[in-house]
């Protein structure tokens, strides 16, 4: 498994994200790069749909519903390094990332900012693994552009 976790949420309160356009985006961006599962933290009033069946689409309430079906992956969280510096937390420059092998997921964040709740990332624990993962831009990224950046990452450096 190699895949996708982004937020979809509600298009009234982020207007770019919600729209059906957005779940074939990923969906897209995901198959493009290598990825072969696009799970979605549904937040919206919407039921997001995949017609797709070269990719597994998984949608669930919350990120601890993801981790608990998926005990033995690794996940790679995506994050502005003063956020996780904030919570404590080592992170890797994604230059010197090297990517793990096996089951992998990659996690970004909201959209509409507020980021990943690193506190209840921690506690949740994972025996499959966790990393975290700084981009080197200096603005907060669309988590579909930072979806591409780290798939495309993983891509470049397995060639």
Known sequence: ??????YFEAHRDNVWSGRPTDVQQWRETTKALGGDTLILINESDYTPRVNDSTVTFELHATLSDVTAAH????????????VLDAAGVSSTNMRQFTHPTGDVLYVTGRDSG???DIAAIEAMGHPGGVSYVCLTATASLWALVTQAIILSDRMTKAA
Do not use: A, N, R
């Open 71 to 82: 005990p033995t992956v690794h996940f790679v969280f995506l994050e502005e390094l003063s």
């Open 1 to 6: 498994m190699l895949g996708s976790i982004g």
């Open 114 to 116: 507020g980021g990943l």
